[in-house]
Nanobody
């Protein structure tokens, strides 16, 4: 069973930074793509960022491009989301995901809350 545990969320003022972490179980972490999604109250869950197994390929939503950076440390089974220049509209529950074979975003964590005050 794959387990994903997010951490690093919290309350920050607009313009501030946070770094989210997601620790994954399993010995083959480096074989899979990872991603981050978020869901704000009353809104649909939306894609934030993704990273391929080799870290060479990354993708971002237009709303976070240039402000957020996804990275991974395969030795630590951990994926990160560095969030800079945070805005109140970034307030959401942030979820970590892991691919499984041809299925993107197959596994999900429980989420970590990010709140940005204006």
């Amino acid at each position: 069973q794959v387990q994903l545990v997010e951490s690093g969320g919290g309350l920050v003022q607009a313009g501030g930074s946070l770094r989210l972490s997601c620790a994954a179980s399993g010995r083959t972490f480096g074989n899979y793509g990872m991603g981050w999604f978020r869901q704000a109250p009353g809104k649909e869950r939306e894609f934030v960022a993704a990273i391929g197994w080799s870290s060479g390929n990354t993708d971002y939503s237009n709303s976070v491009k240039g402000r957020f950076t996804i990275s991974r440390d395969n030795a630590k089974n951990t994926v990160y989301l560095q969030m800079n220049s945070l805005k109140p509209e970034d307030t959401a529950l942030y979820y970590c995901t892991r691919d499984a074979g041809a299925v993107a975003f197959r596994y999900w964590g429980q989420g970590t809350q990010v709140t940005v005050s204006s």
